[in-house]
């Protein structure tokens, strides 16, 4: 499985962008994806979750109203739209698919996470 993360650059306060990350190799619409991010210094954290249909999705506190997940799945393709940035947003987001098969919950934890993309870097400025 290989999952292909872009859509990172420098934004400004306020602003917005939309990452997407690409799935190949394994049959993308039976598992749950997610996005998990690291700022520097920090651990990786959780961030967005959307269930296999797409009929369920879960947000971290921190960008709750703010990040919205999607996914398509003809396209293979998850997505983090991220609107009214802040510079605390700073950081490598990582897209990861869950490994059980049709989970009935969306997942938090990276340890159900098992493939994950290479990462992309979003820098928010002030």
């Known amino acids: 499985v290989q999952l292909q993360a872009s859509g990172g650059g420098l934004v400004q306060a306020g602003g917005s962008l939309r990452l997407s990350c690409a799935a190949s190799g394994r049959t993308f619409k039976n598992y749950n994806m997610g996005w998990f991010r690291q700022a520097p210094g920090k651990e990786r954290e959780f961030v967005a979750g959307?269930?296999?249909?797409?009929?369920?999705?879960y947000s971290a506190d921190s960008v709750k109203g703010r990040f919205t997940i999607s996914r398509d799945n003809a396209k293979n393709t998850v997505y983090l739209q991220m609107n009214t940035l802040k510079p605390e947003d700073t950081a490598v987001y990582y897209c990861?698919?869950?490994?059980?098969?049709?989970?009935?919950?969306?997942?938090?934890?990276?340890?159900?996470?098992?493939?994950w993309g290479q990462g992309t870097l979003v820098t928010v400025s002030s």
């Open positions: 990861a698919a869950d490994r059980i098969f049709q989970a009935s919950g969306v997942a938090r934890g990276e340890g159900r996470y098992e493939y």
């Open positions: 959307i269930s296999w249909s797409g009929g369920s999705t």
